[in-house]
């Protein structure tokens, strides 16, 4: 059984940085997607950042350029960095992970949740 447990959130300044954590339990597939969603008050669910099992990357247009997935194989950690924080990053951020060597960005199609970290950017 796959278990995800997110840390790092918490508030910061506009401009400011944040490093959000997820560490993963029970990974015993060979091929599987590892990917960071956020859902804001009122808003849907969104894809952050994807990371396959080839470690090829995909981000959102908003946040290109300023997050970056990345991954600790040897840990079952996976990171998400966030810097030049913007008051729209706000959010609960959730780590999620989809079996099979597909990456997509829809939220339906991951099978494993954690429970969420919150991100509060202020301007």
């Known amino acids: 059984q796959v278990q995800l447990v997110e840390s790092g959130g918490g508030e910061a300044q506009s401009g400011g940085s944040l490093r959000l954590v997820c560490a993963a339990s029970g990974l015993t597939y060979s091929s599987y997607c590892m990917a960071w969603f956020r859902q804001a008050p009122g808003k849907e669910r969104e894809r952050v950042a994807t990371l396959s099992s080839t470690r090829s990357t995909t981000y959102a247009d908003s946040v290109k350029g300023r997050f970056t997935i990345s991954i600790d194989g040897a840990k079952n950690t996976l990171y998400l960095q966030m810097n030049t924080l913007r008051p729209e990053d706000t959010g609960m951020y959730y780590c999620?992970?989809?079996?099979?060597?597909?990456?997509?960005?829809?939220?339906?199609?991951?099978?494993?949740w954690g429970q969420g970290t919150q991100v509060t950017v202020s301007s």
């Open positions: 999620a992970v989809k079996f099979g060597w597909s990456c997509p960005s829809t939220p339906a199609a991951f099978q494993a």
